[in-house]
């Protein structure tokens, strides 16, 4: 009879319902290592009580601190906004929690330091939600690339954009402040583009990087009826100062000598989502983009000349990363099939001791290169990322 393990998922947003889904499905579509129940839901001030409903959380709370020292729970995790997660996954560890925590890690290099350290002394499981690592077409590419099929790598090229912000009335929300979100967009979708980097190609050594802010005033929550499309605001609606960058284009270099690019930007109308990288090697390349997450193009660059070109890989096949606990070849999955992945590699995990990537110390790792380009961007010149001591 497989243990149960209860979850108290902290914050109910969008990835609360992410991570709600994940932990219902992925018993059902992987033989995990245990049983996962959805026990408690913490929100801050919305009521919570149909979100409990709706996914099936048995408790309700308002109060992190109270669940999080519960002898019924054996996994916290927090989908809050960022300026929460230290304290959170800190207590959490030291309660003998095993945690999960989406990305960012947290608002900067010093707080992600000693997040890690506590995981590591409390002897937890520690994961941080790069989903983008367990989409199968990723995770093929990062076999690819480990099998030499591509050669020795010269160059990394990503780029994760969005548009949900471009509305001047937008309002001056967690996202937009730096005290609750730590950085704008390089944070925000930065971290999962540096990361993508660092699962695929090896770890940053310096880093060039311009940074800009494009709206500096925005109206406060409640003056402005612009969510995330346009409002209407009052034109004497009260704006304040945009403490967080709009676009983040970077040029990097790697310990193995890879020289990549990485531009991020929520400034980029029509991109929802648009999450892409290139890799160029001497015998190969590969380009993935996330809104054709089934698919990779693939270059054999040892081809005859007249033959070559880049080819479209269905990545659907049961013999691709966690497909086989899917659906058979041609049907592709979700954004959604990521979290699951993932959350079945957390379950194992925790089962065989093994280490998990990425946990807090990559957290920490993502954190000190998106600050090392934050110091190039406001210095003007190329910053090693040994540079960001924390
Ligand atoms: C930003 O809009 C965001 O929600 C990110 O925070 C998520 O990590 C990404 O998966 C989707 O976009």
Request: with cysteine; charged share 25%; glycine share 8%.
């Amino acid at each position: 009879m497989k243990k149960t393990l209860n979850v108290a998922m902290i914050g109910g947003g969008f990835m609360g319902k992410a991570h709600s889904n994940a932990w219902l499905q992925v018993n059902h579509f992987f033989d995990a290592p245990f049983k996962v129940k959805l026990k408690a839901i913490v929100g801050s001030k919305t009521p919570q009580e149909d979100f409990a409903a709706n996914w099936g959380y048995e408790l309700v709370s308002y109060d992190w601190r109270e669940v999080v020292a519960r002898d019924d729970i054996d996994i916290v995790d927090i989908g809050t906004p960022p300026w929460l997660h230290m304290d959170i996954a800190i207590a959490a560890a030291k309660a003998g929690k095993h945690v999960v925590c989406e990305k960012p890690l947290a608002l900067n290099y010093a707080q992600c330091l000693k997040m890690a350290k506590a995981a590591e002394e409390a002897g937890i499981v520690s994961y941080l939600n790069h989903n983008y690592r367990r989409v199968p077409a990723v995770a093929f590419a990062k076999q690819l690339v480990d099998e030499g099929r591509l050669g020795r790598i010269y160059h990394w090229r990503g780029a994760y954009l969005q548009d949900w912000i471009m509305d001047p009335d937008f309002p001056l929300t967690w996202h937009l402040k730096a005290e609750t979100a730590g950085g704008g967009v390089l944070y925000d979708l930065g971290s999962h583009a540096v990361d993508l980097s660092r699962f695929i190609i090896g770890e940053p050594e310096s880093v060039i990087a311009m940074g800009r802010t494009f709206i500096t005033h925005r109206p406060l929550p409640g003056e402005t009826s612009a969510t995330f499309s346009k409002g209407e605001v009052d034109s004497h609606a009260k704006r304040e100062p945009v403490t967080v960058d709009d676009a983040f284009f970077m040029a990097l270099e790697y310990e193995n000598g890879v020289l990549g690019s990485i531009d991020v930007s929520r400034f980029a109308s029509g991109r929802r989502n648009h999450n892409d990288f290139e890799i160029y090697g001497d015998k190969g390349a590969l380009k993935f983009n996330f809104e054709r997450m089934n698919e990779l193009e693939f270059m054999d660059f040892t081809q005859p000349a007249d033959e070559q070109g880049f080819r479209r890989i269905l990545v659907t096949e049961g013999s691709h990363p966690y497909l086989k606990a899917w659906w058979p070849s041609g049907h592709p999955i979700g954004y959604e099939h990521s979290f699951t992945n993932a959350f079945y590699d957390f379950l194992s995990a925790i089962d065989t001791g093994e280490p998990l990537r990425p946990d807090f110390e990559d957290g920490a790792k993502i954190i000190r290169c998106l600050e090392a380009a934050k110091k190039s961007s406001e210095e003007g010149r190329k910053v090693r990322i040994e540079e960001i001591t924390g």
